[in-house]
């Protein structure tokens, strides 16, 4: 009966201590899971305490294995899960739960394509305002606050206030005739009377810039198919499509120009050089003294047409000629 009692309490003590160690790790008390050592180095620990939870998206990752000093820094030792893709781009930041000051450490994603982190890798870390600056910071806007209102007493409101009372007083019928004068105007204008009026009540200005606008939406879609049909030519053109395409692409105009310029210049080349029929005529002057001699001939045989009949005028000139 002994031996039985003695093994129940060994049983329950054993579960007792079992039930314990689940519970410290499920509280992160114990730093027993499995896991990979990280680094992150910040200028200031900001109250962060060993056994702080490790944050990835609000959703704990790991705990605060160390904190110690290293080359004028806070290194903080961070002991996150196997299973948490801390990436080596991923950066940390210590940041606060609450006005209680419960902090914790925060690593973002990172860039999906950079690698995992391996044990030991220092992180980036990016430095966040603790909450003592922040109330330091409160402090000093209070006191500003507080001096701003403490100028503001009775003499000083009246000393701003005093001579704008004054203008007031002075000027009250003038300013009363101006309210007047801008009541009446006002009447008119609800009423449609002058300008003003009439363009605030009468609606043909509306219409007819209702018109402008809907004729100015006409030319814009005339505009655009406008464009759509030159942009419709330029394309044919680059496509050598068209008359104009194939001047612009074709070189078939342009060798046959080129060499008909080149023909044209042998042509003159000849005539030049008193080739062929035309350049003898340019060329030799022998065409030019037959044609003056021959008008001399006929020069001398027009002298006796005056007193000869048609028959001896025709047998002159012939023989004159020949």
């Known amino acids: 009966m002994r031996n039985t009692l003695e093994t129940r309490l060994g049983l329950f003590v054993a579960l007792a201590f079992l039930a314990a160690i689940i519970v410290f790790e499920m509280i992160g008390g114990l730093g027993i899971f499995r896991g990979y050592e990280l680094h992150a180095r910040f200028n200031n620990a900001q109250e962060l305490k060993k056994g702080d939870p490790i944050r990835m998206a609000g959703v ?17 030792v961070m002991k996150v899960r196997d299973t948490a893709r801390v990436r080596t781009d991923s950066k940390a930041s210590i940041r606060f739960v609450g006005l209680l000051g419960q902090n914790f450490v925060s690593i973002d994603f990172g860039t999906p394509t950079a690698p995992i982190a391996t044990p030991g890798t220092l992180l980036t870390s990016v430095e966040q305002p603790d909450l ?35 203008f007031l007083k002075e000027n009250n019928p003038r300013l009363t005739a101006i309210l007047g004068n801008l ?17 605030i009540n009468d609606d043909q200005l509306y219409t007819l810039a209702l018109g402008t606008v809907t004729n100015l939406n006409s030319t814009a879609d005339e505009l655009k198919l406008t464009i759509s049909q030159a942009r419709n030519i330029v394309d044919q053109v680059n496509q050598g499509q068209g008359t104009l395409g194939r001047l612009a692409k074709d070189d078939s105009l342009f060798r046959e120009g080129t060499n008909a310029m080149t023909n044209l210049r042998e042509i003159f080349q000849k005539i030049n050089q008193g080739q062929g029929s035309v350049g003898k005529l340019v060329n030799d002057d022998t065409l030019y003294k037959n044609a ?14 005056e007193d000869q009949g048609p028959l001896s005028v025709l047998g002159i000139a012939v023989g004159n000629l020949f």
């Open 132 to 166: 003592s600056t922040i109330l330091a910071k409160l402090d000093t806007v209070a006191t500003g606050v507080e001096g701003l209102t403490k100028n503001f007493t009775g003499d000083s409101i009246n000393n701003l206030l005093g001579p704008f009372t004054d």
């Open 183 to 199: 009541q009446t105007i006002s009447s008119e204008i609800a009423l449609g009377k002058g300008t003003v009026g009439k363009l």
């Open 292 to 305: 003056r001699m021959t008008l001399q001939k006929v020069d001398k045989a027009t002298e006796g047409l």
């Open 60 to 76: 704990d990752i790991g705990r605060v294995e160390d904190i110690r000093l290293a080359d004028n820094k806070v290194d903080v």
